[in-house]
Structure formats: structure tokens, C-alpha cells
């Protein structure tokens, strides 16, 4: 099936900006990942989504990142991407791309993190 792979996190001060890409191989059926999304977690707390984008590139994100974050796919090169912008020490956490085959529009924007069969490694972002 479709392997993801990270990368694009470091340490940035509050206020900047980071962009996080991550690939989806080849190797997996394009129906695999109709529903692409980041999540991210923080020692102590519990796997949450930032964002997700459906098959058809309707988006949802979690409100406290709204207006800051944005989640966009470039289909050519299988590539999903998180901008993210005025970043807050309270974004600090390893960021995880997470994939599943739910095609169904409103399905795929309801989804919590056991609905999403493909995980990436993680990349950490830390911001201070």
C-alpha cells in the first residue's frame, strides 16, 4: 500500500513560518489516499488533527490553527503539504501525515486519527 514520508520540520521562532511536505509513494493505489491529513502530537497529550483535505480538496481544521495553517495536495508529484505561518510555541509537537481510502467527501473530513490507515514517520516541529 502507499508509504508517506516527512520532512520540512525544525525549530523556528514564534512568529515564523515552516512547510512541511510529505510524499506518497507510487506504489500505492491512487484510491489509498482519497483522504490525506496532518496531525500532530506533544509528549503527553493525545494524537489530534490539524488538518485534513478530501479527494475533491474541501479542507477542515482544528480551530486553533485556522487562518494560520493551510493543507493542499499537488496530485502530479503525490505530494500533500501544510504551510504553516505565525507559529506559537503551543504548535510544538511531532507533525505525522496519515492517509486512508474514504472517499466520501463528508466521511473523509469527519475523520479521527483511528480512520486513517497509512501513517508517516513524523517530523518535529518546535517552536519557541
Known amino acids: 500500500h502507499v508509504q508517506l514520508v516527512e520532512s520540512g520540520g525544525g525549530s523556528v521562532q514564534a512568529g515564523g513560518s515552516l512547510r512541511l511536505p510529505c510524499s506518497a509513494s507510487a506504489s500505492g493505489s491512487p484510491e489509498s489516499h482519497n483522504c490525506m491529513a496532518w496531525f500532530r502530537q506533544a509528549p503527553g497529550n493525545e494524537r489530534e488533527a490539524v488538518a485534513i483535505?478530501?479527494?475533491?480538496?474541501?479542507?477542515r481544521y482544528r480551530p486553533s490553527v485556522k487562518g494560520r495553517f493551510t493543507i493542499s495536495k499537488d496530485g502530479a508529484q503525490n505530494t500533500l503539504h501544510l504551510q504553516m505561518n505565525n507559529l506559537k510555541p503551543e504548535d510544538t509537537a511531532m507533525y505525522y501525515c496519515?492517509?486512508?481510502?474514504?472517499?466520501?467527501?463528508?466521511?473523509?473530513?469527519?475523520?479521527?486519527?483511528?480512520?486513517?490507515?497509512?501513517w508517516g514517520q513524523g517530523t518535529q516541529v518546535t517552536v519557541s
Open positions: 496519515a492517509a486512508s481510502g474514504r472517499g466520501l467527501e463528508s466521511s473523509c473530513l469527519a475523520s479521527a486519527a483511528p480512520e486513517f490507515a497509512v
Open positions: 483535505i478530501s479527494r475533491g480538496g474541501n479542507t
